[in-house]
């Protein structure tokens, strides 16, 4: 059973803070990885791919693999009262094109 | 560019009517096809997925069907709805190492 696990939240920070959201995943054999934005009601929305280890920056957004340690993360940093929502953490093991999606975790930022 | 439609966007069907959801894609040919639902409060349960024209793979035993009558087509059916299938029902396209790009999904409350 290939398993993606995120952090249980909620998590609140404040406004300009630099919000850290976590994912593990357990099939070694994985070979991307996803981070998606969901607002209430409506559908993920990409807002990072990563494929090889280290760091990986887009704006206020940094994703972070650490392939050996079977995890990654999503950094946000200068965080808006914008970014509150679900974001998803999906893997792609390479088998049968699917993705495995973790469970979410609700980011709230209080202005 | 690829765009994906969906509809309809919402849905209200008594128990044991028939259920029909359909997706389209535009901008790209033999796109891997996905629905996935999403219950309140949970996480993305991948329900069909499809990389032909006729080429079905069920992820989950129950009363829902899908069908791929054209390449960029994908159809969601029932033939009786339960209760337990009310949700935001999400079309994908992608995958395969890619990232999976939803539309904007149909909540479909079973009453």
């Known amino acids: 059973q290939k398993e993606v696990e995120q952090n249980s939240g909620p998590l609140s920070v404040p406004e300009g803070a630099i919000a850290s959201l976590n994912c593990t995943y357990s099939d070694r054999g994985s070979q991307s990885f996803f981070w998606y934005r969901q607002y209430s009601g409506k559908s993920p929305e990409l807002i990072m791919s990563?494929?090889?280890?280290g760091d990986k920056e887009d704006g206020r957004f940094t994703a972070q693999l650490n392939k050996a340690s079977q995890y990654v993360s999503l950094l946000i940093r200068d965080s808006q009262p914008s970014d509150s929502a679900t974001y998803l953490c999906a893997v792609d093991t390479g088998a049968n094109s699917k993705l495995t999606f973790g469970k979410g975790i609700t980011l709230s930022v209080r202005p | 560019s690829q765009t994906i439609h969906q509809w309809p966007a919402t849905l209200v069907q008594p128990v044991g009517s028939p259920l029909s959801l359909e997706c389209t894609v535009e901008g790209t040919s033999n796109p891997n096809l996905y629905w996935y639902r999403q219950a309140a409060g949970r996480g993305l349960q991948l329900l069909f997925y499809s990389v032909g024209i006729g080429q079905i793979s069920s992820e989950v035993p129950q009363n829902l069907s899908a069908s791929r009558p054209q390449d960029r087509q994908f159809i969601l059916s029932s033939k009786k709805l339960l209760l337990s299938d009310s949700g935001f029902y999400l079309c994908?396209?992608?995958?395969?190492?890619?990232?999976?790009?939803f539309g904007n999904g149909t909540r479909l409350t079973v009453t």
């Open positions: 994908a396209w992608g995958g395969g190492g890619s990232p999976l790009h």
């Open positions: 990563i494929y090889s280890n």
